[in-house]
């Protein structure tokens, strides 16, 4: 038996969101500073700059993780590497040369405790059945339930492909679970869009995730090439159908 002592009665940790048995913590400060760079760790700490880890709780279960994210583990916890065989080992190096994630995801089952290494990111936790299947830009993943399947998709036209700035292919997760992601943004400046057989316009690739329900596409900003110039606007990437789209304010 494990006891693990000085987490959830330490003063300086929060949890700052659940899902299922995964804790979003978060360090209020910075207390491994000196005299030298003390004043830099008070205001980034109040700039809502710190430190926050990924805490998985395993019940029998299992949850891929990025490489090179996993901190400790305690109890009856093992590590496997998700690969199937050789074809799999392949197909996955792959998608890992497009898609810009790890090639061997470790995979973690048993039950004990799962510790993410720190980041100055933010968390956000998403159950992927919201989404149907769900589409992130590159980088985007930390861990999910090993049960939550990952694909490679790709653009499905020209347009989008050469001139979304999202990438020719990503990663796709979908099926049941919980998904772990680390966001430029926190949740409270993400804009999210519901769409009901409807589209969204966005000048940029400013969106971090969205279902891949959408028809994504690179169009001009208007129906006329003269009137996209005179607008400055040019070309801006459209997303049509009925899913959900993540917005960051900024790229």
């Known amino acids: 038996m494990v006891t693990c002592k000085n987490i959830f009665e330490n003063k300086n940790i929060e949890v700052v969101e659940s899902r299922g048995g995964v804790k979003v913590l978060e360090y209020k400060k910075d207390l491994s500073v000196n ?12 700039m ?19 490489a090179g994210a996993m ?23 792959l ?3 497009v898609t810009k994630e790890s090639a061997i995801k470790p995979k973690y089952q048993g039950n004990g405790l799962l510790m993410l290494e720190p980041t100055y990111r933010h968390i956000l936790l ?21 049960k ?12 989008s492909a050469m001139l979304g700035k999202e990438g020719l292919f990503n990663l796709c997760l979908k099926g ?17 869009f519901v769409l009901e ?16 329900t959408l028809d994504f596409r690179v169009e001009k900003s208007s129906k006329s090439l003269i009137g996209s110039a005179v607008s400055g606007e040019g070309l801006v990437n459209v997303y049509r159908g009925t899913g959900r789209i993540l917005m960051a304010p900024i790229q």
């Open 95 to 97: 998608s890992s040369k």
């Open 48 to 66: 809502n700059v710190r430190r926050r880890q990924v805490l998985i709780e395993l019940k029998g279960n299992a949850y891929t993780i990025s």
């Open 176 to 192: 049941q679970g919980v998904a772990v992601l680390e966001s430029p943004v926190p949740r409270d400046e993400l804009i999210e």
């Open 197 to 212: 057989n409807d589209e969204v316009r966005i000048d940029g690739n400013y969106a971090i995730a969205w279902s891949d």
């Open 148 to 159: 939550v399947q990952q694909k490679v998709v790709a653009r499905t036209n020209l347009s």
């Open 126 to 146: 998403e159950e992927v059945s919201d989404w149907g299947g769900m589409v992130l830009d590159d980088g985007l993943f930390l861990a999910c339930e090993s």
């Open 35 to 46: 005299a030298t760079n003390a004043m830099a760790a008070y205001f980034a700490s109040e």
């Open 71 to 93: 901190q400790w583990t305690s109890g009856a916890v093992t590590m496997v590497a998700d690969v199937k065989g050789l074809g799999d080992l392949f197909g996955k190096a």
